[in-house]
């Protein structure tokens, strides 16, 4: 049996002290896998230099300097990376348990034609109360040439696969995970495993919450490399609609199966993201 690969974690961070501990805490807590965790802090101006130096001891590598920004500091953790599997988690999440990391690394040593592996991420309020879970059955390559077809805070992927596609693009300013993630997928094999892997924060200060414009203008990019018109299109729509009935379908097979939920709100599914936000006061 093949041994269990390294996996490297980026984290990058801006003036998140307030949620960096739980982060750091989440990383270094991990059980039965060998860990790397670097951290690229843009010059915070908050608590966020004491906070890494109270609770950083287990970074393989951080610093706090002004950069270019989001997407140059990924790239610069992926370049300074040694593990066989990467991931990033950026500083206002986390892992949901101890030993998230370790199911991943048991998914790659037992699927070695797998490129990637990805698995479940509950969203939470500020506070961190479950407010929905992100959930998806059998994602593909051909799902994610029109759509981002796997969420990025519980997807992990090997690191020749991430540089064999030339990594994450410096122009993509928001969507670099959907970016990445299609090239990467194309003629590779994408897992999912039926664990919660990562809590992703709904807070105020959020890209999902401030980037709408942005956002749009660069799904619109991923959407449109592999096809143009009405045709393509329509292709869009049924492939998004095939996501979406595909995670009701796997939340109601975990239901089915025994697995306990934090909550049961489907974030795929409009009426349950409106539900959410009424509910929590949230913009996403």
């Keep these: 049996m093949s041994a269990m690969p390294k996996i490297t974690v980026v984290t990058p961070s801006f003036n998140q002290a307030r949620y960096l501990e739980r982060n750091l805490t989440s990383v270094s807590g991990q059980k039965g896998v060998e860990v790397e965790h670097i951290l690229l802090d843009g010059g915070s101006t908050d608590d966020t230099v004491d906070v890494v130096r109270r609770f950083g001891s287990h970074l393989a590598y951080w610093r706090s300097e002004k950069d270019a920004g989001q997407t140059a500091a990924l790239i610069e953790g992926f370049e300074r990376a040694t593990g066989q599997v990467l991931c990033w988690l950026n500083s206002d999440d986390y892992f949901w348990n101890e030993y998230a990391l370790l199911r991943v690394a048991e998914a790659f040593r037992d699927n070695p034609g797998a490129a990637m592996v990805t698995g479940d991420t509950v969203l939470t309020a500020d506070d961190e109360t479950p407010v929905m879970v992100d959930m998806v059955w059998r994602p593909s390559a051909r799902q994610m040439r029109c759509n981002m077809a796997v969420p990025q805070q519980s997807t992990f992927w090997r690191a020749d696969a991430y540089r064999a596609v030339g990594g ?11 970016d990445l993630f299609q090239r990467m997928s194309q003629g590779r094999e994408i897992i999912r495993i039926p664990h919660i892997l990562a809590a992703f924060r709904l807070q105020p200060a959020s890209k999902t919450a401030t980037w709408g414009d942005v956002f749009r203008r660069e799904v619109a990019i991923c959407q449109t490399r592999y096809g143009s018109g009405l045709s393509h299109r329509l292709k869009v729509k049924a492939v998004t609609m095939e996501i979406r009935l595909g995670a009701a379908w796997a939340e109601l097979s975990a239901i089915l199966t025994g697995r306990e939920l934090p909550c049961y709100a489907n974030a795929r ?5 409106a539900f959410a936000r009424r509910k929590f006061g949230l913009q996403f």
Aim: proline fraction near 6%.
């Design 168 to 178: 994450i693009d410096q122009n993509f300013k928001y969507c670099m995970d959907f």
């Design 269 to 273: 599914l409009e009426p349950c993201r």
